[in-house]
């Protein structure tokens, strides 16, 4: 719990909001752009939406399969829980994957509450898309991926 909140308190400091804009993107629809440098280890964003136990996932999962809208608004956390941004989510839902990212994600849970940070890597030029490895588990129906870097592993799972 202290370690969770000094992260948060140093994410806070760091946290001068960075300018982003979500627009077409060159691997999948929509991606998020950064519109000025950030630095390597720099705060970017933290992927808001609703925490929701396993089991509404599932439902939730279900749901989303059947109107369509494929279920991948939905961050899935180690213990099984899981942060939907399909209804409220804030714009960090538009990052895309990618085998070579810029960013990372970190979980971080203050007082009891999980949320999820993403940092920057490495130095981030202005114009960049920002990208995190999903870390998708492997499935045998894959979603080729199109993240264009030269170590791409071809698939998202
Ligand atoms: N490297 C990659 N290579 C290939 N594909 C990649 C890569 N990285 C990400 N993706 C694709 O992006 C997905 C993740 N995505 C990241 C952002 C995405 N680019 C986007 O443009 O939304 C968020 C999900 C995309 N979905 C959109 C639903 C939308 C919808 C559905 C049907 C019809 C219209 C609209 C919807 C709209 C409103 C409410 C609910 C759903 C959610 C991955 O599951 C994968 O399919």
Not at 33 to 58: K, Q, T
Not at 70 to 75: K, P, V
Not at 87 to 106: L, M, V
Not at 123 to 132: C, F, R
Request: aromatic share 10%; with cysteine.
């Amino acid at each position: 719990a202290a370690e969770g909140a000094d992260l948060l308190k140093a994410t806070q400091l760091k946290a001068r909001k960075k300018r982003l804009r979500f627009q077409r993107s060159k691997i999948h629809d929509w991606g998020l752009v950064a519109l000025e440098p950030i630095e390597a280890e720099d705060f970017v964003i933290e992927y808001v939406g609703e925490l929701i136990r396993p089991r509404i996932s599932d439902i939730r999962e279900r749901q989303y399969e059947k109107m369509g809208i494929g279920s991948s608004y939905l961050f899935r956390l180690d213990d099984g829980y899981v942060v939907d941004a399909t209804k409220r989510g804030g714009i960090a839902r538009f990052i895309n994957h990618s085998c070579e990212p810029n960013c990372y994600t970190k979980v971080i849970s203050v007082e009891g509450q999980k949320k999820i940070f993403i940092y920057a890597k490495r130095h981030i030029s202005a114009g960049e898309e920002l990208t995190y490895n999903y870390k998708f588990p492997l499935e045998e129906k894959k979603i080729p991926c199109h993240c264009g870097s030269r170590r791409c592993r071809g698939s998202l799972n």
